[in-house]
């Protein structure tokens, strides 16, 4: 290794004497030879250079630097180097950010750092890091401040930079909310304490304390005539208009107060409200209206009419919101009540009404209710046809009547619908028509006519129930306020009154009778008939079921309440007659032998049952009369002897069958002579035209063969024309496609000779124009180069290496014991200071 150091202009190295351990500062240009107890600790390395405006901190700077002597070096401490002459680092001082930078001068720049310029408008936080002397402020370690521009900022290393503090642009119609972080003054000059919100409204840009915070930008309110707020004070304050707010505190602030509203410390905004606007024939009632000093008047009411406006204040509301007016027609009225004790003075005439008092208007009328008076129902004149009605009550009796048509009926003040409650059962027999029961019931079709269209629908249980009675029966309907019951007889029209109902019968149907199958309203007067299958057993003990049906009526006389009332004493007639009548055959059939019974069936049953002589017979418990006995079959319960039955029916009917079959059998043979005569000659015949047409055709094929033998030989001349003909058109359109494909790939060759050139001219061009952006950029870099270098040196550098380089060169050479020597032609002299400093730096 040499021991000679080549030191170029302003570079530095430091070299440690070994003896003494002392670490001195060489500054080139020059050549340093190293002795034996010294040590080279760096390369040369570039001195520090600031721009303009840039700035850096060098720490442990060393203090009164003598070479060679032991120097003061302040550990811990950092000083600040601003724009000047390119400079040194002593031993021990180091750049902060930039400790170990090496010979390259972008090592330390990331050191050299712009000085902060603060625009206008903006600031620059600032902490103290240690206690110092700010001019004329004394600062404490932590204490904080703004430096605020236009201002280029010299930094101290007293002070640490927070951040940049850019301003609040307030515009017309935006307001800031401040919040102070500790006890301070404002900008304003009003003393804040910790926690404490204000309100910045002026327009423009406002740049916040050190001690203060924005909490929020809010935009002012804008209120028309038509808006309102609801405020409320969540601090003892005094509002915008200059009253004193508790805290809780709510009120009104309208369009009407202020056109703008801007928000207010210690003021919250509950809700927005708008104008109420009642037009003609509304009003409403205010709830807890406000007084004139802005108190609510709690569990009070105010009636506004239209046409009006008004706000709602805190604590108001309406009651069922805005509310038409009453208008009432010729059949239209309400019923009124008082809630208080009051004088009604709507009309000419004037009533003192007290608490509870019930009344009722008529119209035509507009009205509008006082607070103290309660409408209870408004009504309507009911329309009633003929055979309609309505029930009515009333409230203050109780009594309830029916009220019925043709009329158009108003309930009065103290008359009420009342809805009568019906019995399930008679519900659904209304619905029906009068009857219920499975569908195999012949009777439920009378009352298929009695089927009310409206009741299907849907029932309005205060209409008077009304029911068709079909003809020819009766209806029984009981009175349970008065313990009386009626008869009606149809066809007619039945209406129960508030206090009456039907009489439900639970009848017997079906084969055989089963109690309570069908429900009826009508009792059938009949004639009708009941059939019925009746289980009997003979002497023999032969079990036999006899399928029986009867005419049966009621003897009555209209207008006798006794006859009348006495077809109903028996509740199911059909299931009692059955019984009576059952009981009678049973017993007659069991004192005879089953043959006589099958033989004189018919007589043995009407003996029975109508005696010798008579032909009817009358149940005095009801009036009903039976007649004219029908035996409609008879059938062995036991199996058995319904299969002997069975087998006698049916050797009968083979024997019968027999007999039709043997006459059939004959009748088929005579058909079938008949019919194989006919075939013979059918046959005859067909062979006769088969000959004919057999003649036609060997006619044909002659002629056929003829025509065949000609049409050959004209065939194969026509061919042989026809190939020739062929044959040329193929050769010619031959060589037509052969010129066409010459043609064809001609021009292709010719094309694609013409894309070759193209294409080949392309590339040259391009080529070309690469090589020429090529060049340019070259150009380019080697100027961009060229200027980097002189912004890194800086103009004063180069100028100064312009101004001083003979003078330079002279020291240089005589520094290595050298000296400039002119070597001339007597016209040209040649300077070999080059070479020396070409011998320099090879050595360096």
């Known amino acids: 290794m040499s021991n000679v150091v080549g030191i170029p202009p302003y570079t530095f190295i430091h070299i440690l004497n070994l003896n003494t351990n002392i670490t001195r500062l060489e500054i080139g240009p020059q050549n340093f030879v190293l002795q034996n107890n010294e040590k080279l600790l760096n390369e040369p390395c570039p001195m520090v250079k600031i721009p303009p405006g840039h700035y850096c901190i060098i720490k442990n700077p060393m203090s009164k630097y003598k070479a060679g002597e032991y120097c003061e070096l302040k550990l811990g401490e950092s000083k600040v180097k601003l724009n000047g002459e390119p400079f040194p680092l002593y031993p021990g001082e180091s750049l902060q950010e930039a400790e170990n930078f090496g ?10 750092k712009a000085l902060p310029v603060v625009p206008v408008n903006n600031a620059l936080k600032l902490t103290a890091i240690v206690d110092h002397q700010d001019g004329d402020v004394y600062r404490r370690a932590g204490d904080m401040w703004h430096v605020e521009g236009p201002v280029t900022y010299i930094p101290t290393v007293q002070a640490e930079i927070l951040e940049m503090v850019k301003p609040i642009i307030i515009h017309t119609d935006e307001v800031v909310r401040l919040r102070a972080l500790q006890d301070c003054i404002d900008k304003m000059g009003s003393q804040r304490v910790t926690g404490e919100e204000w309100i910045i409204s002026d327009p423009g840009a406002y740049l916040p304390g050190v001690c203060e915070q924005v909490v929020v930008k809010e935009q002012k309110i804008t209120l028309t005539p038509e808006t309102g707020l609801h405020l409320a004070a969540t601090q003892t304050l005094v509002d915008i208009s200059g009253k004193q707010r508790q805290t809780g505190e709510e009120w009104l602030i309208t369009g009407e107060d202020v056109n703008e509203l801007a928000p207010q410390i210690g003021v919250a905004i509950v809700r927005e409200v708008h104008k109420t606007v009642l037009s003609k024939g509304k009003y409403c009632v205010v709830v807890n209206p406000v007084d004139k ?87 309507q004149t009911i329309p009633l046809s003929k055979n309609e009605g309505v029930y009515v009550q009333n409230i203050r009796t109780g009594q309830v009547r029916a009220v019925m048509g043709p009329c158009s009926y108003m309930l009065e003040e103290w008359e009420e619908l009342w809805k009568k409650p019906l019995h399930s059962d008679v519900e659904e027999l209304l619905r029906c028509g009068g009857g219920t029961g499975t569908g195999d019931i012949r009777k439920l079709a009378y009352y298929e006519q009695s089927i009310d269209p409206k009741v299907l629908q849907g029932r309005d249980e205060t209409y008077v129930i009304t029911y068709r009675i079909p003809g020819n029966t009766a209806l029984q309907i009981y009175n349970y306020q008065k313990k009386t019951a009626r008869v009606m007889f149809g066809p007619d029209l039945a209406v129960l009154g508030p206090h009456e109902n039907f009489n439900v ?17 009508c009792l059938m007067l009949g004639p009708d008939f009941i059939t019925d299958i009746i289980e009997v057993e003979t002497s023999d003990h032969a079990r036999l079921q006899v399928k029986v049906a009867f005419n049966n009526h009621f003897e009555y006389v209209k207008g006798d309440e006794e006859t009348e009332k006495k077809i109903f004493a028996v509740p199911d007639f059909i299931g009692f007659a059955c019984n009576q009548i059952g009981g009678k055959i049973r017993a007659a059939i069991a004192q005879v032998p089953f043959d006589k019974f099958h033989r004189n069936s018919l007589q043995v049953i009407q003996y029975a049952v109508f005696g ?51 006459a059939a059998s004959h009748e088929a043979s005579r058909n079938e002579q008949v019919a194989r005569g006919n075939l013979e000659r059918q046959k005859l015949v067909n062979e006769r035209n088969s000959e004919l047409e057999r003649t036609k055709l060997l006619e044909l094929c002659a002629m056929t063969a003829a025509v065949e033998s000609t049409g050959q030989a004209k065939a194969e001349a026509q061919a042989m024309a026809e190939k020739t003909l062929i044959d040329c058109h193929s050769e010619i359109e031959a060589a037509r496609l052969k010129a066409e494909a010459l043609s064809i790939e001609h021009r292709a060759k010719l094309e694609s000779q013409i894309l070759l050139r193209k294409h080949e001219i392309d590339y040259a061009r391009r080529q070309n124009e690469l090589e020429l952006n090529k060049s340019k950029r070259i150009a380019d870099i080697e100027v961009k180069s060229f200027n980097n270098k002189v912004q890194v040196l800086g103009v004063e550098t180069v100028k100064s290496l312009a101004r001083a380089g003979p003078e330079s060169q002279v020291k240089l050479l005589q520094g290595i014991g050298l000296e400039s020597v002119l070597v001339t032609d007597g016209n040209s002299p040649i300077n070999l200071f080059n070479t020396s400093t070409g011998l320099i730096g090879g050595k360096c």
């Open 103 to 112: 010979i390259s001068s972008r090592d330390y720049m990331k050191a050299v």
């Open 293 to 379: 000093d802005g108190k609510p008047q709690h569990g009070q009411f105010l009636l506004k009419k239209g046409l009006t406006s008004f706000f709602l204040h805190p604590g108001e509301y309406l009651e069922k919101g805005i509310q038409s007016a009453f208008v009432l027609s010729n059949n239209e009225s309400i019923v009124l009540q008082a809630v208080e004790d009051f004088t009604d003075d709507m009309f000419k005439d004037v009533v003192k009404r007290k608490a509870g008092d019930r009344w009722m208007l008529l119209g035509p009328l507009e009205y509008i209710p006082p607070t103290h008076v309660k409408i209870l129902k408004q009504r």
């Open 505 to 521: 019968l639970s009848l017997s149907a079906g084969k055989p009778k089963k109690t309570n199958a069908l429900k009826s309203l």
């Open 612 to 662: 010798k002589t008579g032909d009817q017979v009358k149940f005095e418990v009801n009036n009903m009369v039976v007649s004219s006995l029908d035996v409609q079959s008879i059938e062995p319960v036991d199996k058995k002897m319904r299969d002997s039955l069975s087998k006698s029916v049916q050797l009968a009917i083979e024997i019968s069958t027999s007999s039709v079959e043997a």
